[in-house]
């Protein structure tokens, strides 16, 4: 079982930067991809960025490119994602997620996760 925590959500000004956590425990094995998520009202949940086990290979999604970062630690089982010049369009429940045994490095679908958090809330005013 692998437990996924979410962290440092909140409300922020167009234009400001939040740095989202997601603490990973349990059995993750030593190999698993992470993703974030987001998921605004009445709409689907999207990948927005995703990182292989090294992280030398990562993913964004075209709206959020150039803006949002994400990085991991390994020796601390956390994955971050860096979300600057938010825009109001950014604000939804955001979600980390592991796929423990990622066919290509990198998980795309996600339909493929294994273990999801709880989500944190980013509220993005203009």
């Known amino acids: 079982q692998v437990q996924l925590v979410e962290s440092g959500g909140g409300l922020v000004q167009a234009g400001g930067s939040l740095r989202l956590s997601c603490a990973a425990s349990?059995?993750?094995?030593?190999?698993?991809?992470m993703g974030w998520f987001r998921q605004a009202p009445g709409k689907e949940r999207e990948l927005r960025a995703a990182?292989?086990?090294?992280?030398?290979?990562?993913y964004y999604a075209d709206s959020v490119k150039g803006r949002f970062t994400i990085s991991r630690d390994n020796a601390k089982n956390t994955v971050y994602l860096q979300m600057n010049s938010l825009k109001p369009e950014d604000t939804a429940v955001y979600y980390c997620?592991?796929?423990?045994?990622?066919?290509?490095?990198?998980?795309?679908?996600?339909?493929?996760?294994?273990?999801w958090g709880q989500g944190t809330q980013v509220t993005v005013s203009s």
């Open positions: 997620a592991a796929d423990l045994n990622p066919r290509f490095g990198l998980t795309i679908n996600k339909y493929e996760y294994d273990y």
């Open positions: 990182i292989n086990w090294s992280g030398d290979n990562t």
């Open positions: 349990g059995r993750t094995g030593s190999s698993y991809a």
